[in-house]
């Protein structure tokens, strides 16, 4: 599964930002046999789970961006978005798109997103 990430930006804190991942060459019933999800990794840390969302829909997100974030897949349109609000400066990270199906795990290019104060 070849994922595009796209979205990131500059943006003030308390800003928004939306980010999105396609998945354009797969076929709809191979993306929505995957969990997707969005990770991010900061200059000198590890990558991090921001959120998660199952094929069945269910949700899950880091402490730290509960109540901001909101993570949603659209099966149709072979994508899955995160909806960034109230952002802050500790946001600023690579963000990177991620679908997992069992054992396989695929990757997207990072897409940075930076918060300025």
């Known amino acids: 599964v070849q994922l595009q990430a796209s979205g990131g930006g500059v943006v003030q804190a308390g800003g928004s930002l939306r980010l999105s991942c396609a998945a354009p060459?797969?076929?709809?019933?191979?993306?929505?046999?995957?969990?997707m999800g969005w990770y991010r990794q900061a200059p000198g840390k590890q990558r991090e789970l921001v959120a998660s969302?199952?094929?069945?829909?269910?949700?899950t997100y880091a402490d730290s961006v509960k109540g901001r974030f909101t993570i949603s897949r659209d099966n149709a349109r072979k994508r899955v978005s995160l909806q960034m609000n109230s952002l802050k400066p500790d946001d600023t990270a690579a963000y990177y798109c991620?679908?997992?199906?069992?054992?396989?795990?695929?990757w997207g290019q990072g897409t940075q997103v930076t918060v300025s104060s």
């Open positions: 060459r797969a076929i709809t019933s191979v993306f929505n046999a995957h969990d």
């Open positions: 991620n679908a997992k199906q069992g054992v396989n795990l695929y």
């Open positions: 969302i199952t094929t069945s829909g269910r949700t």
